[in-house]
Antibody
Framework: EVQLLESGGGLVQPGGSLRLSCAAS????????MTWVRQAPGKGLEWVAS????????YYANSVKGRFTISRDNSKNTLFLQMNSLRVEDTAIYYC?????????????WGQGTLVTVSS | QSVLTQPPSVSAAPGQTVTISCSGS????????VSWYQQLPGTAPKLLIY???QRPSGIPDRFSGSKSGTSATLGITGLQTGDEADYYC???????????FGGGTKLTVL
């Protein structure tokens, strides 16, 4: 069974940093693109970033470009999202998901999400 | 304002059929795969349709997807109260080099 377990969320002040992790199991992690998607309270889904299987290429939403970094450790089956210069508007549930939104197989499955709250 | 446009809400009675539209452009829907996601209240999204019209194993054939030009449609037949959820379309935008989602459609089964 494919499982994705996010961790690292919490309360942080504006301008602060946070590193999210996503532990993957049940599939060949090193052969799968991975994606982060977020959802602000009461709002819709927002694609944040994606990374290819090797980690050699990364893609970011304009809203996070230059502040967030997606990376992976294929030896530890773990996906990361380093978030710097956090803003109030980054407050959201952050989901880790297998695949890529533009790939034929879509994004599936999704983790349960981790809540990031940016507030003073 | 989302790159992909969905109706904010749709409703229908149990047993009826509903369609949810997703409108985009040649840089996204027109030249990339579309997928659809169901988000039940308080849960993570789940893949319903991939590659425009394919259902993952375990998804009932009451759910269908189609794409024509720069628009995509999700169809749900034999509506059940358990289908009440938010539905999102998603694809890649080649001009933005970014993933994009529709704003979401809230389905109410009356």
């Amino acid at each position: 069974e494919v499982q994705l377990l996010e961790s690292g969320g919490g309360l942080v002040q504006p301008g602060g940093s946070l590193r999210l992790s996503c532990a993957a199991s049940g599939f060949t992690f090193s052969s799968s693109a991975m994606t982060w998607v977020r959802q602000a309270p009461g709002k819709g889904l927002e694609w944040v970033a994606s990374i290819i299987d090797s980690g050699g290429s990364t893609y970011y939403a304009n809203s996070v470009k230059g502040r967030f970094t997606i990376s992976r450790d294929n030896s530890k089956n773990t996906l990361f999202l380093q978030m710097n210069s956090l803003r109030v508007e980054d407050t959201a549930i952050y989901y880790c998901a297998k695949g890529g939104i533009g790939l034929a197989q879509g994004v599936d499955p999704w983790g349960q999400g981790t809540l990031v709250t940016v507030s003073s | 304002q989302s790159v992909l446009t969905q109706p904010p809400s749709v409703s229908a009675a149990p047993g009826q059929t509903v369609t949810i539209s997703c409108s985009g452009s040649s840089s996204n829907i027109g030249n990339n795969y579309v997928s659809w996601y169901q988000q039940l209240p308080g849960t993570a999204p789940k893949l319903l349709i991939y590659a425009n019209n394919q259902r993952p194993s375990g998804i009932p054939d009451r759910f269908s997807g189609s794409k024509s030009g720069t628009s995509a449609t999700l169809g749900i037949t034999g509506l059940q109260t358990g289908d009440e959820a938010d539905y999102y379309c998603g694809t890649w935008d080649s001009s933005l080099s970014a993933g994009v989602f529709g704003g979401g459609t809230k389905l109410t089964v009356l």
